[in-house]
């Protein structure tokens, strides 16, 4: 079946350093991704999305990867900053329209 | 502000009982989301909506149930047939067609008494 798995379950980054958050998935004909940012206690926040006709797109601080030749998508977070702790997924357009959601990395961000 | 809002924040459930989990959105989005998430999984969807008066079953709907009544409205129900209903369940809703981000609800947690 379909599936989205993170690399890495936590990710302790210092403050200002760059964050690189990973997902690999596993069908090629996927062609819609998106970054989730989750708060404790919150629902998970849009942060940014990309089409399978890019590799890269960038937001404020952000940029979204695409490597759809080994099916790898990943999230860098420009000089990170306390706020920016939280658990990060990825999700993707399945074979059926839907999304599907990956077990999430939270990034632990410290002084 | 347009939003989701997802009511109650927390929500207990005795052995046999129906409770029933509100979601509302003003943002005139056509399709209407509820999802599961559990400790180290990822989302799992119970229930969509893509117009008024329709819904479909998702990958876990067994022991849910659901209504759309109206675009701004989608309620879900935990029936006593839910045998592991401790969980936090999410609502989202987007624009219904191919590429659009789903927005969601702060989320209902619900355990049982």
Known sequence: GESVGLHLPTLSVQEGDNSIINCAYSNSASDYFIWYKQESGKGPQFIIDIRSNMDKRQGQRVTVLLNKTVKHLSLQIAATQPGDSAVYFCALKGNTDKLIFGTGTRLQVFP | ?113
């Open chain 2, 1 to 113: 502000d347009g939003g989701i809002t997802q009511s109650p924040k927390y929500l207990f459930r005795k052995e046999g009982q129906n409770v029933t989990l509100s979601c509302e959105q003003n943002l005139n989005h056509d399709a209407m989301y509820w999802y599961r998430q559990d400790p180290g999984q990822g989302l799992r969807l119970i229930y969509y909506s893509q117009i008024v008066n329709d819904f479909q079953k998702g990958d876990i709907a067994e022991g849910y149930s659901v209504s759309r009544e109206k675009k701004e409205s989608f309620p879900l129900t935990v029936t006593s047939a839910q045998k592991n209903p401790t969980a936090f369940y999410l609502c989202a809703s987007s624009i219904w067609g191919n590429n659009q981000p789903q927005h969601f609800g702060d989320g209902t947690r619900l355990s049982i008494l």
